[in-house]
């Protein structure tokens, strides 16, 4: 999801009918430059170079976003998919979860965050989890620092909870539901659900997470490092 401004003009975007690298290319009706929907970049045309600004968002399904962010607006297309949730559950291995900035880009597999979440990590200078909602088949990344301190969460009687207070979280909005941490809010971050093919054409040097050890409680460390199989 990008913010749809760029030096000053408000830009309305359409399917090209191309493809780059088996990937949608965008088009802007006001300069006809053609635009990468996996960068947000401006690949061709007057805004060559350009890059729209993202928007956090995340995949889900119609029920959960509705429980939990219920006073919703909701637009319904003609094409809108129906198939997400079934396709993630059937084969989690054919998606990844991506983050990318400047230049740099880390992604973990679909499988893992299923089967381990939650996954504590870090990309960049970022302290981030990884987590996943079970009954909407939604992969979310958050910034796990609160207050200045990096929190580590794991799954205790399948709630998400950190260890440091014990208090529980929603893996749907990042906020804290029980006391002492009540009212705190995980920030979202800009993670990408692609297919493995696609990102690793953008993205070519991400570091991929495709088997993770889970934390184990007591442990103080991050788990190991990138793995370099794909």
Do not use: C
């Not at 006001?30 to 993202?54: D, F, I, N, Y």
């Not at 990344?141 to 200045?148: A, N, P, S, T």
């Not at 440091?164 to 893996?171: F, H, T, V, Y």
């Not at 991929?208 to 991050?222: K, M, R, S």
């Amino acid at each position: 999801m990008y913010v749809r401004n760029v030096k000053g003009q408000e830009l309305t975007f359409g399917v090209s009918g191309l493809l780059w690298q088996q990937s949608l290319v965008m088009i802007d009706e006001e300069t006809e430059s053609l635009w990468s929907h996996q960068l947000g970049e401006a690949m061709q045309g007057p805004l060559q170079g350009e890059r729209l600004s993202v928007i956090p968002s995340l995949m889900s399904d119609w029920r959960a976003w509705r429980e939990s962010r219920p006073h919703t607006s909701l637009l319904v297309m003609s094409r809108t998919a129906g198939g997400y949730l079934s396709r993630v559950h059937r084969d989690p291995r054919s998606l990844l979860i991506g983050l990318a900035e400047g230049g740099e880009a880390k992604a973990w597999d679909l499988k893992a965050v299923h089967q381990l979440h939650p996954i504590n990590d870090r990309f960049r200078d970022t302290d981030v989890v990884v987590v996943y909602h079970e009954p909407s088949g939604t992969p979310v990344i958050y910034d796990r620092v609160i207050d200045g301190k990096a929190l580590t969460f794991e799954t205790v009687n399948g709630q998400l909870t950190d260890r440091e207070s014990g208090s529980i979280w929603s893996e749907l909005t990042g906020e804290a539901l029980t006391l002492p941490r009540k009212g705190s809010k995980l920030q979202l971050l800009s993670g990408i659900v692609s297919d493995h093919h696609a990102w690793h054409s953008f993205h070519p040097n991400t570091g991929f997470i495709e088997e993770v050890v889970a934390l184990n409680p007591g442990d103080d460390d991050i788990p190991p490092e990138d793995s370099d199989s794909r």
